[in-house]
């Protein structure tokens, strides 16, 4: 039975696409948990205390780079059929939402703290405390995402009835 993800991987225009996805998510994770640094020049350090917090960003990258990949093959595919178009919808909202970590929020949460008060400081703290629970319940959202997309059926390429008794 022909997997929809194997499937949308097979043409290259969707595979670029999602390298894309991969890198551009995957430096902006490493970027803000500060294990690649730009300036004064370019450094990767992964300290042994966050292997498991670097593994979640790279793992939270991939999965998001199939999910959208395969989402937007779906919507393609069923725009063209004229089917609705909510499942591969539904597939982006969930790579984005659980891509998004909201301890990422913290720099924009403090520029308003002066505002706010020490409250948004707080809230900041506790998403950032809660960083690697928050990771691996975004990772459970992407599996499951990627289960429901594989299971659509929709991305599946049916094989014409010459090819099928040829090859039996």
Do not use: H
């Amino acid at each position: 039975m022909p997997s929809p993800t194997v499937d949308t991987f097979k043409d290259v225009r969707y595979l670029c696409v999602a390298v894309t996805i991969l890198f551009a998510y995957g430096i902006m994770l490493l970027f803000l948990d500060q294990f690649l640094f730009f300036t004064p020049y370019f450094t990767f350090y992964v300290p042994p205390s966050e292997a498991l917090n670097f593994s979640l960003d790279l793992i939270l990258a991939i999965l998001t780079s199939i999910v959208l990949t395969v989402s937007v093959r779906q919507i393609n595919l069923q725009r063209g059929s004229g089917g609705a178009t909510r499942a591969g919808a539904l597939g982006i909202v969930a790579a984005i939402i659980a891509g998004a970590c909201p301890c990422y929020y913290l720099i924009p949460v403090l520029a308003v703290a002066g505002t706010v008060g020490g409250a948004l400081g707080a809230l900041g703290i506790l998403l950032n405390a809660f960083q690697v629970p928050i990771k691996f319940a975004a990772t459970l959202i992407l599996i499951f995402a990627v289960y429901k997309l594989n299971s659509s059926g929709v991305c599946k390429i049916s094989l014409p009835l010459e090819i099928t008794k040829q090859s039996e």
